[in-house]
């Protein structure tokens, strides 16, 4: 790649577009923390030109940049708004330094609360996919309930699992566990759906292959038939993730007491918009973050595919 | 005096379709030699590939006998490999771990270290030796029958069962592929060959394989003829195809074929 594809790009301009207009004089009343606004973008413009330096493929240096442009766009037309112009209400609508800067000020608390979530998410996660794999192996193996268990699975995972927490709160000792429970729930039936339909359409050619080699039934099963549907068995596991953030953080504005909806709800309830902004955004990058890690593992298991 | 390794009494097989039960093959009986290669040729749709299917242990007979070494076949054993047109190796596997799996499964005092050492000489053989980390999609079509091939061999089972392995392949890697089974079966002649029976629709590669071609005939699907090929070994493909006896030899294979598509075709006319 030349200099000028590396280096020259519309981002950076955007980026200058965002620091003029930090130049211009604040209109809101409200303290606006335009060092930290500032502080933050030249941060990512730091990370975007070390990155450009070592990124190989133009695709990747463009999807960067690309995005790297869309927030200072989106950065600069929220200052201008709040700030800068003061055009909408500054109760409820918070300007980016003072997110950014509360982000910092409250970083402790959110890590605490972004542990607790993740903790509560991967256990009922982890729980209900290391039960439904192994059992949607042995039932959709054996042709004889396999039928029957597919209308079955339909059934309970056509209830939206959000429905369980009520039930859920009386059953169960903590609020934890309820959302684990829930969680649990979510993920569990689409995993064991996928396992099962994975199980159902391994390729008859395939199952032919193993029986002439003579493999033994638990080989069989762990060897062939689970890698044969890996593929759907990570459908089901990234519908149960989505669904999870979904419940758990409902969950944690129901009732918790930690957890990152917990964390928005509480805020929004004494009008402290900015920290529930703060929440909204560390939410989606959690959750952006993991399902990035997940998506990492399942490419990684399925590198065999084409 | 040869012994028979693979001895077909008799047999009768019926699949069944959306109900329906169908008459694939009827009254097939032939002997395989101990170390002989054997192929089924016939039509599409004249059961040899059902035929195979039951010497694989995939596929029940509804009547007559199957015997190897004497003795009654019950469903798959580790005495056979199998070469499949599609999918003999594990798409999840590398090729060299596909190898080292069959032999784990057909040769069980083989340890870990042996087995890494013997898929590596077969790989070498079959010329893949730069390719076992790379996983099947990442091979061409015939790359991955070769080392399906390799696997196979690899195995070490006394008999060997292919299923039109090479009839997914280009024609021009067909001819290399077959010219690799023909050296790598028949050996310097030292080891001891191993006993094949190969279905195919080729005639060309039927007569260089084998050393006795077994016709078949559809509706019903049942022997034909069966014809020995009488030309020597070791063989070499463009010495062979030039002689006047491979031309009279080839003729005599495709009239029993074709008398037989004639008949029916025939005997369709005077139905209509």
């Known amino acids: ?306 | 005096m040869t012994t028979n390794k693979i001895e077909i009494k008799d047999l009768t097989v019926n699949y069944t379709e959306n109900k329906r039960s169908f008459n694939a093959l009827t009254n097939v009986s032939f002997n395989v030699a101990d170390g002989e290669f054997v192929s089924v040729i016939g039509a599409s749709g004249c059961g040899k590939s059902t035929l195979l299917s039951v010497l694989e242990g995939l596929y029940a007979p509804a009547g007559g006998s199957v015997k190897i070494d004497g003795e009654e076949l019950h469903g798959t054993g580790s005495e056979r490999g199998v070469v499949f047109q599609h999918y003999s190796l594990f798409p999840w596997m590398t090729t060299k771990k596909n190898i080292e799996f069959g032999i784990k499964q057909a040769r069980h005092d083989v340890k870990r270290n042996e087995r890494s050492k013997i898929a590596d000489e077969f790989l070498q053989k079959v010329g893949l030796g730069e390719f076992g980390r790379k996983y099947p999609s990442q091979l061409s079509g015939g790359m991955q029958q070769r080392a399906a091939i390799a696997r196979a061999l690899a195995m070490d089972t006394q008999i060997l069962l292919m299923d039109e392995p090479f009839s997914a392949i280009d024609a021009k890697n067909r001819v290399v592929l077959q010219e690799l089974l023909l050296e790598l079966w028949e050996g310097d002649g030292t080891e001891k060959r191993k006993t094949v029976v190969f279905v195919t629709h080729d005639i060309d590669e039927a007569i260089l394989l084998s050393d006795k071609i077994v016709v078949l005939t559809a509706h019903p699907g049942t022997v034909n003829e069966i014809v020995n090929v009488p030309f020597e070994r070791p063989r070499r493909r463009e010495e062979l195809v030039k002689t006047d006896e491979y031309g009279k030899f080839r003729s005599r294979l495709l009239a029993l074929l074709y008398n037989d598509i004639a008949e029916r075709i025939g005997g369709e006319e005077v139905v209509l």
């Open chain 1, 1 to 306: 790649m030349s200099f000028v594809k590396r280096y020259l790009r519309v981002t950076h301009i955007l980026f200058a577009v965002l620091l003029l207009i930090q130049l211009l004089p604040d209109k809101s009343v409200k303290e606006v923390h335009t060092g930290s606004l500032i502080a933050a973008a030249v941060g990512i413009e730091v990370i975007i030109l070390v990155a450009s330096a070592f990124i190989k493929k133009e695709k990747s240096l463009e999807l960067l940049l690309d995005i790297a442009g869309f927030v200072y766009a989106v950065l600069s037309a929220w200052s201008l708004a709040t700030a800068k112009f003061n055009v909408l209400n500054d109760l409820l609508f918070p300007a980016p330094g003072t997110v950014i800067h509360q982000f910092v000020e409250d970083r402790d608390k959110i890590g605490i609360n972004v542990l607790s979530s993740l903790g509560t998410t991967l256990q009922g996660f982890l729980i209900a996919v290391v039960i439904a794999v192994p059992l949607g192996l042995f039932i959709g193996w054996s042709a004889r309930v396999g039928g029957a268990a597919t209308y079955i699975t339909k059934f309970f995972s056509s209830i939206p699992p959000i429905v369980y927490i009520p039930y859920g709160i009386a059953l169960l000792p903590t609020f934890r566990s309820v959302s684990v429970f829930v969680i649990f729930l979510a993920t569990f039936w689409p995993v064991f759906a996928g396992t099962m339909s994975g199980v159902l359409n391994v390729d008859k050619r395939i199952i032919d292959s193993a029986k002439v080699l003579n493999v033994g039934k638990a080989e069989t099963l762990f060897r062939v038939i689970l890698p044969a549907a890996l593929s759907q068995i990570f459908l089901g596991c990234n519908q149960g993730l989505s669904v999870s953030f979904i419940l758990l953080t409902s969950a944690e504005m129901i009732g918790a007491r930690d957890g990152m909806g917990y964390y928005v709800k509480y805020y929004s309830d004494f009008g402290d918009y900015t920290r529930t902004i703060t929440g909204l955004l560390v939410i989606g990058f959690v959750v952006i973050g993991v399902t990035f890690l997940f998506n990492k593992l399942q490419n990684h298991l399925l590198r065999w595919k084409r």
